[in-house]
């Protein structure tokens, strides 16, 4: 997002460190915690003070902008839990206004997500047990009728769980009208609890599980088997192949079927199609890493070229562009993305700066804390690089002083076109004296007139460590594949807020 679409009248504060910073506009400081906010503990922020915060900015911002982004994170950014909030959050501001049903049926993609939905709304309103849930929203009821309307009987069989909010209870709160004789039979069997168990690969694992086997050796190569047979079917997903690598590996499948998981995994339009969060092949690439299997290495090259492809499309970095990639290493930063994956916020930085680097032929590339450090990385190694990143962060000790990444190019008199920073954007100074990333900039600027500063804002707490009084300032919220794709807007004059609000509704 550019600065530049902000009020020209910074807004002077200071961020959790003390250090002087600026608050973002409304709708940009809403976008900014709805894309970094997994609902998990940040570094700063606890899950309930950054739902807090959210609710707070709703306040300030109108029915329109909140509708157009509670889709556009589901659609684009493909998170799930966030954008549920924001449509329950929506009908507790705008009671019986249509805008809340559309938001409520465009954001929910999958079965599972009507009883999601039904359950985040018993929260949000205080309500206990299934009965409470009889006076529910009019407009959530008439978004999530919309949405049964959408799925089939095998949909709504895959995500038939035994939760405290069921299907069934969801059917009979919403009352949706089938669209034909056929959907009503699916109603019906909803209502009857008469559900067809789904025939998925995941049932029929767990299938060969319960069995009995007069061996061990039976079970193990009856499971080999299967996984053969799954992968020859071509049932598994993307994402599911990229979570099950280790269990393929452990089922000792034979080379032929490991290659053809490598050929999936790498493969153009799989790659494309699968919309995964950089962090996902990261956190394969750790679980393969460690096996002591002979295929590991074929699979680790087979991520190193996924990731790659993941980012292959992106615009405005050519040969001939100059670039400084500088990751936070700094101990807000590491804390995990979600309350069960390994991925750190630091992990991400890292991954994004490596994403980015892969693209570049004239990078200069490091991590800052108490101090920068440039660390030389080959351009083909990603996943390998983000990992020697993290073996050496200890090196550059664990502030977050961002300024003397600048202070080191003007030193040096480094000319770069672009200059990027990874980061929760809690900029400061850990030494003594008056340096600051602001003065730094500026005296950067001095040399280097038509360079330009991209701040990827890895958690948004609100605040940036600069003034937006200039056009060379971008700031880029979350950790999707999608921030790529706002910068390709960025080199194109474009942002993030303008595409929300063409979002149709």
Not at 5 to 16: D, F, G, M, Q
Not at 325 to 340: E, L, N, R, T, Y
Request: proline letters at 2%.
């Amino acid at each position: 997002m550019k600065f530049n679409i902000l009020t020209k009248k910074a807004n002077a504060v200071t961020n959790y460190e003390g250090a002087k910073a600026y608050k973002l506009s409304p709708e940009l400081e809403l976008y900014s915690a709805v894309v970094t906010a997994g609902l998990n503990d940040k570094f700063y922020e606890k899950n309930d003070t950054r739902l807090a915060r959210i609710q707070e900015l709703m306040l300030k911002n109108d029915a329109e902008f909140i509708a157009r982004l509670a889709i556009y994170t589901r659609n684009e950014m493909y998170m799930r839990s966030v954008p549920l909030v924001l449509a329950v959050e929506l009908a507790k501001l705008n009671a019986g206004n249509s805008i809340v049903g559309q938001t409520v049926n465009g954001v929910v993609k999958r079965a599972d997500e009507i009883t999601e939905l039904l359950a985040y709304y018993q929260l949000a309103n205080k309500r206990t047990g299934i009965k409470k849930l009889n006076k529910i929203s009019k407009q959530i009821q008439k978004g999530l009728s919309l949405a049964f309307n959408r799925f089939d009987e095998y949909q709504f069989s895959k995500y038939n769980r035994d939760t405290e909010i069921k299907l069934r209870d969801a059917l009979f709160l919403m009352h949706p009208k089938a669209k034909d004789a056929a959907q009503q039979a699916v109603f019906n069997k909803i209502a009857a609890n008469e559900l067809a168990v789904p025939y998925t690969w995941e049932t029929e694992l767990s299938a060969l599980g319960q069995a009995k086997y007069v061996t061990d050796k039976a079970k193990a190569v009856a499971l080999k088997a299967k996984w053969e047979e799954l992968i020859d079917s071509n049932k598994i997903g993307y994402m599911a192949t990229l979570r099950n690598l280790r269990n393929i590996i452990d089922a000792k499948v034979s080379a032929a079927h490991v290659k053809k998981v490598c050929d999936y995994l790498s493969n153009d339009v799989a790659v494309s199609n699968s919309k995964q969060l950089p962090f996902r092949f990261l956190a394969a690439y750790r679980e393969v890493k460690v096996l002591q299997s002979e295929f590991a290495s074929m699979i680790l090259t087979a991520l190193e070229a996924a990731v790659i492809k993941s980012v292959k499309n992106l615009k405005g970095f050519d040969e001939n562009t100059r670039i400084a990639i500088a990751c936070d290493v700094s101990g807000s930063m590491q804390k995990p993305v979600s309350g069960k994956s390994k991925v750190l916020l630091y992990d991400i930085g890292l991954m994004l700066g490596m994403l980015m680097q892969s693209k570049c032929q004239r990078v200069v590339t490091g991590m800052f804390g108490d101090t920068w450090k440039v660390i030389n990385m080959p351009n083909n190694g990603v996943l390998s690089n983000v990992d020697e990143y993290y073996k050496r962060e200890g090196e550059v000790g664990y502030a977050t002083n961002g300024y003397k990444v600048i202070d080191d190019l003007t030193a040096r008199s480094v000319i770069m076109d672009k200059v990027m920073l990874f980061t929760d954007c809690q900029l400061w100074n850990s030494n003594a004296g008056s340096a600051s990333f602001e003065k730094s900039w500026r005296a950067y600027k001095a040399i280097a007139p038509s360079a330009k500063l991209y701040l990827f804002d890895l958690a948004g707490y609100g605040t940036t460590p600069i003034n937006w009084n200039a056009n060379d300032v971008c700031l880029i919220s979350g950790w999707s594949d999608k921030v790529f794709d706002v910068l390709e807007a960025i080199e194109n004059g474009g942002n993030a807020i303008e595409k929300i609000k063409q979002i149709a509704l």
